[in-house]
């Protein structure tokens, strides 16, 4: 039944202006929840996933040594002296400090009137702040970014990442990255002990043997890798090709020991884990691997595979997190979140890499 024409209406929305969150004239009282959401993502699974290091200087280095080739014909004649000495000298590594900060200010008036979702618009903004600090971080480790240091007091330093952290193998060692070809062409620590980006080359599709092939590297070289880190389109793509008829790989094993006469079934769409020769790896994957800030996301560009031994990395800090006061200048709070760290590759060629990888396909 129709309402009557002359009735009293409590909610007038159909005046200028008066919508469901312009309520002008309205004589209701506005509901308004007192919860923030916010479901931008904060993992971080390459620094929450390594290890934690001590700095004492804005360059932190550390050595790397190995053993010598073995030796097949060592055999020598009783009582023979000894020749040369063929020890080698261990090799000095290292990485710049870098400081990534957060600025907040909030007025007055801000923190001292009624909010919905929070009791503290400043302690709101720093804990906001410090999520958003340590997103930073992830793309900074995770990037391509040569090192730098500070060498005449006015320069931003910065740390060597990740994907600047590979070099060419030599012997004993084998090559565990690999990048496009054409103008692609490794960084690595250069002479100076740091870390230098690489040069991109050609995107190229993911391959099983391309993935096998540097998982092998990486045990050749004594390493123990234990996570394959990708973007996200990249992971899609694993779970995809290891699932197909041609592969059957993940299929496989899905297939055996499910049990019989269960009412309910499960479909299996991803793979988690890859069990290559060399060892069993959780594939796991990273919003922030290979993101480029005006690119928008990782998923839409070209990226790299990882094979990581996890044990092998750190974060490094001069100065851990801290939230610092700074003096107003009106009418206003103001702080600063802010950290100093590096990234420690104590032995990188124990990971490994297959740079400038597309997320179009992955094939055999």
Same mark, same amino acid.
């Given at each position: 039944?129709? !309402? ?60 790397? &040594? ?80 040569? *090192? ?59 391959? @099983?043997?391309?993935? &096998? ?33 041609? *592969? ?9 020991? @499910? ?7 499960? !479909? ?26 005006? *690119? ?69």
């Amino acid at each position: 039944m129709a !309402a009557p024409q002359d009735y009293f209406q409590r909610i007038n929305l159909t005046g200028t202006g008066d919508t469901g969150l312009d309520r002008t004239g309205d004589n209701v009282r506005e509901d308004f929840l007192t919860a923030i959401e916010n479901i931008a993502p904060t993992a971080t699974p390459f620094m929450s996933g390594i290890g934690r290091a001590s700095c004492d200087d804005v360059f932190t280095s550390w050595l790397q &040594d190995t053993l010598a080739e073995p030796d097949d014909g060592n055999a020598v004649k009783d009582g023979e002296d000894i020749g040369a000495d063929a020890s080698a000298a261990a090799r000095r590594v290292g990485n710049a400090c870098q400081i990534s900060r957060k600025n907040i200010i909030v007025s007055g008036r801000a923190e001292k009137v009624d909010k919905a979702g929070r009791s503290s618009e400043l302690s709101y903004q720093v804990a906001k702040a410090g999520k958003a600090l340590k997103r930073d971080m992830e793309a900074i480790l995770t990037g391509n970014q040569s *090192a730098l240091l500070d060498s005449d007091g006015n320069t931003a330093s910065l740390l060597g990442s990740l994907q600047a952290c590979f070099r060419d193998g030599v012997d004993p060692e084998a090559t565990t990255c690999l990048v496009g070809a054409g103008a692609g062409d490794l960084g690595g620590v250069g002479a100076d002990g740091l870390p230098n980006a690489y040069t991109p080359g050609t995107a190229r599709t993911l391959t @099983q043997t391309l993935l &096998d092939s540097v998982i092998e590297a990486c045990y050749v070289n004594g390493g123990e890798p234990d996570t394959i880190m990708v973007n996200p389109a990249n992971k899609r793509k694993i779970s995809e090709y290891l699932f197909t008829s041609s *592969a059957r790989v993940a299929a496989l094993y899905s297939d055996v020991g @499910q049990p019989r006469g269960d009412s309910q079934g499960t !479909a299996l769409g991803a793979v988690d884990v890859y069990i290559s020769d060399f060892g069993q790896l959780r594939i796991v994957p990273n919003r922030f691997l290979g993101y480029q800030r005006n *690119a928008g996301n990782a998923s839409t560009t070209s990226s790299g595979v990882f094979v990581l031994d996890m044990s092998k990395w750190a974060v490094g800090y001069l100065r851990p997190f801290a939230t610092k006061k700074i003096a107003p200048t009106g009418d206003a709070e103001k702080r600063i979140l802010m950290v100093d760290y590096t990234l420690v590759y104590r032995e990188e060629m124990a990971s490994g890499a297959i740079l400038d990888i597309n997320t179009d396909a992955m094939t055999a």
